[in-house]
């Protein structure tokens, strides 16, 4: 009967460590999919920033050098 006990405590264990390794591995794969799309947020705020300078230079040129960006 302890035997019993032993291997189903031990099967419950096992699965627990399972469940865990494999909430283990998708927490990373998830945080390696949030890195890229945060890497992807900043490329694309840089390039936002990069238009308005070029517009603002484009507005200033049409405009004489007196254009201001508000």
């Known amino acids: 009967m302890a035997s019993y006990r032993l291997s189903i405590a031990k099967n419950a264990k096992e699965e627990k460590q399972d469940q865990f390794d ?34 603002n230079d484009v507005r200033s040129q049409c405009y004489g050098g007196n254009y201001k960006h508000r």
């Open 22 to 55: 494999r909430l283990n591995e998708e927490n990373a794969r998830l945080t390696g999919e949030l890195e890229k799309k945060d890497k992807k947020i900043e490329d694309l705020q840089q390039r936002v920033e990069d238009l308005q300078d070029e517009l």
